[in-house]
């Protein structure tokens, strides 16, 4: 075959041709596609390389977009909360524990046709301090499993419940949760309303392996491990709206009453409130502490009244906030009075009149429900009950219907099986009596409402 001789010109051509495929070949896919960070894509699984990291197009939510690529694994880093990923077989989510975000699996537990009975116990405050909670949580709670049985939400399965009267006696919640952890018939707990008594609660279920769903018991020793959710927001994250309603009705001095024994009013007391002063414009005179024995106020009241407050914030607890809220109008306080939670559940009925000008914040009002689901609520409640739905018995019916949720999405009522499935119904979150119900972690995440009392009863200030 005779030799095949190229021009300069055609040699040149070829080489320049060469050079252009071999850097087309290497241009970084996503200079190619105009990929970014966050920015959407297709198909799932799609790579691509923007200033040297590595992307992946991800499922998030019902949409796709580009991340950084990262080792999805049980345990890595991962974002954003609610990611959801697939290794070995193993359905992961991406979970906030703590301060980071982390993979988690959520279906570790082999489902299995349920059928017969699950029992939940509810370990809480009958009748002591926290009554005014304990009794309307037990109520909420009953409602739903009810709705859950009537609805065959868990197919062949039912649920139950027992109660047990922790009598706000941290000695004796902490022995009805040893006593239900040994108890193999027992698959959750729900409960306390006290922080004191979840905080004796909590090192023995986490230990023992046994899922505690509560709500309220705000504060320190509670959110410690990944078998304990609880289903109240706090009050921390949304008493910002008390204050600034008080700002705007002119308050420019506080005193404060408050119960030292419990952790949140604690927390309201001697860090929000003071925290919040410049940014709402006021100053704060006398903080007196009382404690849930106090039945005579009247020295506390007279320190406070002697800094002439603007306003009091009465932050104690059940039937102490009528007593408390009486003796100062009987010692000529005429000003408004800036209360918590605990005034919730027509506990200032006692007081009548005189509670006139109360206003709290809460995760729910009946006066004003958020959403569909939290509007059928509050009828299911009033046919069941004869009575209006409080915050606490709302709290109560989403804490069962997350214990629902939880052994539908695992398919099981072994305890694992019920730990993992939380996991996946806080991912996810969904709509409850409170409203659309998000979860940071293991506490639930509400934007709260400001209640007031016009004399007779509860109302929603707008």
Not at 93 to 112: D, E, P
Not at 401 to 418: D, E, F, L, T, V
């Amino acid at each position: 075959m005779g030799t095949i001789h190229l021009t300069k010109s055609v040699a040149r051509l070829i080489a320049l041709l060469s050079i252009s495929v071999v850097a087309f070949a290497t241009l970084p896919p996503a200079q190619a596609a105009g990929a970014k960070i966050g920015g959407t894509c297709k198909p799932v699984g799609a790579k691509a390389t923007v200033s040297g990291k590595a992307l992946i197009c991800t499922k998030v939510g019902s949409k796709s977009i580009w991340q950084v690529k990262t080792t999805v694994k049980a345990g890595a880093v991962c974002k954003p909360a609610g990611a959801k990923a697939t290794v070995s077989g193993k359905a992961l989510v991406c979970t906030k524990v703590g301060s980071k975000l982390i993979w988690k699996v959520t279906t570790a537990i082999k489902a299995v046709v349920m059928k017969g009975v699950i029992k939940i116990f509810s370990a809480t405050d009958l009748s002591g301090a926290g009554a005014f909670c304990g009794t309307d949580q037990l109520d909420g709670a009953r409602l739903a499993i009810q709705q859950v049985n009537d609805q065959k939400f868990l197919g062949g399965a039912t649920l139950t419940i027992d109660s047990s009267d922790t009598a706000t006696n941290p000695q004796t919640a902490a022995s009805l949760a040893t006593k239900a952890v040994a108890n193999s018939s027992m698959s959750v707990i729900l409960g306390a309303c006290v922080g004191s008594e979840a905080a004796a609660m909590a090192p023995i279920v986490q230990q023992g392996g046994m899922p505690l769903v509560m709500t309220q018991s705000g504060g320190p020793g509670v959110l410690i491990g990944d078998y304990i959710y609880r289903v109240t927001a706090p009050q921390t994250s949304y008493f910002y709206k008390g204050l600034a309603y008080m700002q705007s009705q002119g308050v420019k001095k506080y005193s404060v009453i408050y119960n030292s024994a419990n952790g949140t009013t604690t927390q309201l007391a001697t860090q929000i409130i003071p925290d919040n002063a410049s940014k709402y414009g006021y100053t704060v005179g006398s903080t007196s502490a009382v404690g849930y024995t106090t039945v005579d106020y009247s020295g506390v009241i007279s320190k406070v009244l002697g800094d002439k407050p603007d306003a009091v914030a009465v932050l104690v607890v059940g039937a102490a906030n009528p007593t408390v809220v009486t003796q100062l109008r009987q010692a000529g306080f005429t000003g408004p009075i800036l209360g918590q939670q605990g005034d919730d559940a027509g506990t200032l009925k006692p007081a009548g009149a005189a509670a006139k000008g109360v206003v709290w914040t809460s995760d729910f009002t009946s006066w004003s429900a958020a959403t569909p689901t939290a509007a059928a609520f509050v009828l299911a409640y009033r046919s069941a009950y004869s009575a209006d739905p409080t915050s606490f018995s709302a709290e109560g019916y989403d804490a069962a219907w997350m214990i629902a949720r939880a052994i539908k999405a695992a398919g099981s009522g072994n305890r694992q099986a019920i730990k993992n499935g939380l996991a996946t119904v806080a991912a996810t979150g969904f709509d409850g009596a409170e409203g659309r119900l998000k979860f940071s972690g293991n506490e639930l995440v509400l934007p709260g409402v400001l209640v007031g009392w016009n004399g007779t009863k509860e109302y929603a200030v707008k």
